[in-house]
Nanobody, 128 residues
Framework: QVQLVESGGGSVQHGGSLRLSCTAS????????MGWYRQAPGNECELVSF???????YYGDSVKGRFAASRDTAKNTVYLQMNSLKPDDTAVYYC??????????????????????WGQGTQVSVSS
């Protein structure tokens, strides 16, 4: 059984930082492309970062230069370091495994069938 477990969300002030983690089990992590997506209430599911199994990384336009994704194959974990956070970054952040990169999608992130696996999400709230 595949599981993706996110952690690290919370509440911070404008300009603060958070680091999210997503630990995978039940899949071949080293061969899996991994994505971070987010969804604010009433908004589409939006790309945050996408990392291929060989380490190539892509970012959504709204987070470029502020967020950095990384992966630790020994720990089956991907990380998302979020700096210079803004109120517009407030959303539920989801980890996803084994799917293609997409910019945005309507509906709930976890219902985007492009990905085989989704985590449960972690809330990030940024106050002004």
């Amino acid at each position: 059984q595949v599981q993706l477990v996110e952690s690290g969300g919370g509440s911070v002030q404008h300009g603060g930082s958070l680091r999210l983690s997503c630990t995978a089990s039940g899949l071949t992590f080293a061969e899996s492309d991994m994505g971070w997506y987010r969804q604010a209430p009433g908004n589409e599911c939006e790309l945050v970062s996408f990392m291929t199994s060989d380490g190539s990384t892509y970012y959504g336009d709204s987070v470029k230069g502020r967020f950095a994704a990384s992966r630790d194959t020994a720990k089956n974990t991907v990380y998302l370091q979020m700096n210079s956070l803004k109120p517009d970054d407030t959303a539920v952040y989801y980890c996803a495994a084994q799917g293609p990169r997409f910019s945005s999608a309507s509906g709930s992130c976890t219902r985007v069938a492009l990905y085989k696996y989704w985590g449960q999400g972690t809330q990030v709230s940024v106050s002004s």
